[in-house]
């Protein structure tokens, strides 16, 4: 038996073995597929029910497992094919690893999301494995050999050596940048890159923490750990033999006692701001019949579409209390433009209750009460045939009532607009805003508020804009019906 025979089953059983595991790997992943949510972007925003995950990539996830799984196939096939870096190279550690930790770490939103971000002037692109901690905390794996980390870090001491021994003292502290973010090999290089599309993706105004975790059967080099740490990075290393964790090496991360400390208010809306931004869309939910009144709206009243839409959805997931529980405890507060818009639907559409409902949910005040006495008019109220009187008591919100602050965008939403050649009119670099969007969400930037809204294209048309990290909680869309209802009662009386 020559020599090759030997090595050629090993390379062979080494490759079904990888096989098998990425076979088992994607039956895991149909299955983590199958206890995802299907609430989309559009439908509201509520707690998981028990067992339910809400994962967003497992389908791409999964299908660079296939590939995987194919080459495999080959291989095995055709044994004579198989090369040594066939197996030693492979990527199923790695997206093993990569699904382990999806499963196992805390309020995992994404695998394999790529995030932009902003160099040189040019866009680039970075992929993070792991997304979790509801946004906040980005986690990269390392599953190579780990001795190929610690093989370029003594290629660069050479290099360092070398080049120290032929420049002198002259050059002692010419790369100080250098030995605060580490030398200029590839995992310090991706590193700065992940903590650079960190700083341009903020989540609720605030920087996602990157953790590497290094899974391999060698111990890392410690002064790679400690050099990651010195940039910031939370790194972990734990051994395939020992399953446990050998070093743990963590910075301090403000971004991450915040949320440790935020009680359990959290647990259901997380990671978002204490102070509320409300736009005109959530207004109008918080009083409309349809989250107040549906099971007294008659079949057959709601007789256009998107009323139809918003019916059968507030059947299903009623808004309102989920609503409630996001809004008790935080202070809120809505701008002069939404007020001013959200006022005039009112008048045009709003029926009696509704419009109650509205003049009870603002709180009184210098930007508000000039506005809200249009609501007091008693012209206003003839035309709605409604009077205060009748009604046993005022609408109180349990959640305590909105108060007004002056339009102040920030900066950043400032500078989406330009001024015409005249200089008069400003007119919108991107024809999706209107001045209207700039100052309620611009206001709830520069407030560092989370700004809720049911405009479900805001976050992607900003993010378009190039305006990252703006803290948003989008729910879906409550319209005014109350007028339409009461109309089609009245012709179904007369028929």
């Excluded at 809120?332 to 639907?345: M, V, Y």
């Excluded at 339009?407 to 500078?415: E, I, K, T």
């Amino acid at each position: 038996m020559t020599q090759e025979q030997p090595d050629s089953k090993r390379l062979l059983s080494h490759a079904s073995k990888l096989l098998a595991c990425a076979q088992s790997l994607i039956s895991n992943i149909d299955v983590l597929i199958s206890k995802t949510s299907t609430t989309g972007r559009k439908q509201v925003k509520r707690p998981l029910a028990a067992g339910e995950r809400n994962i967003e990539g497992l389908p791409k996830f999964k299908t660079v497992v296939k590939a995987e799984e194919a080459f495999l196939k080959k291989l095995v096939t055709n044994p004579s094919t198989i090369r040594g870096p066939h197996v030693s190279c492979s990527n199923i550690p790695y997206l093993s690893a990569v699904f382990q930790l999806a499963c196992t770490e805390e309020d995992v939103t994404h695998v394999f999301r790529t995030f932009s971000y902003s160099q040189g002037g040019e866009c680039e692109r970075v992929r993070v494995d792991v997304v979790a901690g509801h946004g906040r905390r980005w986690i990269k794996v390392k599953a190579s050999a780990l001795k190929g980390f610690k093989n370029e870090l003594n290629d660069y001491d050479e290099d360092f050596d070398e080049s120290d021994d032929k420049s002198g003292e002259d050059c002692t502290n010419s790369n100080s940048d250098e030995e605060a973010t580490g030398p200029e090999i590839p995992i310090y290089t991706q590193a700065k890159i992940l903590l650079r599309a960190a700083e341009q993706n903020l989540v609720h105004y605030e920087r996602p923490t990157i953790e590497m975790k290094f899974l391999g059967a060698d111990e890392v080099d410690l002064r790679i750990l400690h050099t990651l740490r010195s940039m910031g990075i939370v790194v972990e290393a734990r051994t395939e033999t020992k399953e446990e964790i050998i070093v743990s090496v963590q910075p301090e991360s403000p971004a991450e006692s915040k949320v440790l400390n935020s009680g359990d208010r959290l647990t259901v809306h997380p990671n978002i701001s204490d102070d509320l931004n409300l736009d005109v869309t959530t207004l109008i939910t918080l009083v409309t019949d349809i989250t107040h009144k549906l099971n007294t709206i008659p079949h057959g009243a709601l007789d256009v579409p998107p009323l139809q839409l918003q019916q059968s959805q507030e059947k299903v997931d009623p808004i309102l209390p989920v609503l409630h529980s996001l809004l008790l405890g935080r202070k809120l507060f809505t701008t002069r433009s939404a007020l001013r818009k959200f006022l005039d639907i009112v008048k045009l559409l709003g029926g009696p209750t509704e419009w109650l409902r509205a003049r009870g949910l603002i709180a009184p005040g210098p930007e508000a009460d000039d506005w809200l006495a249009e609501l007091d008019d008693n012209e206003l109220q003839r035309q709605r045939d409604v009077d205060i009187r009748t009604f046993n008591a005022p609408f109180i919100p349990p959640y305590g009532r909105i108060a007004v602050v002056p339009d102040q965008p920030s900066d950043r939403f400032l500078s989406m607009l330009d001024k015409n050649q005249d200089g008069d009119t400003p007119s919108l670099v991107s024809k999706k805003f209107q001045y209207h969007h700039v100052a309620v969400f611009g206001t709830g930037d520069k407030l560092r508020a989370t700004t809720v809204t049911a405009n479900s294209w805001m976050e992607r048309a900003l993010a378009h804009q190039g305006l990252r990290g703006i803290s948003l909680w989008v729910h879906e869309p409550r319209s005014l019906v109350e007028l339409r209802v009461t109309k089609f009662i009245a012709d179904q009386m007369d028929k």
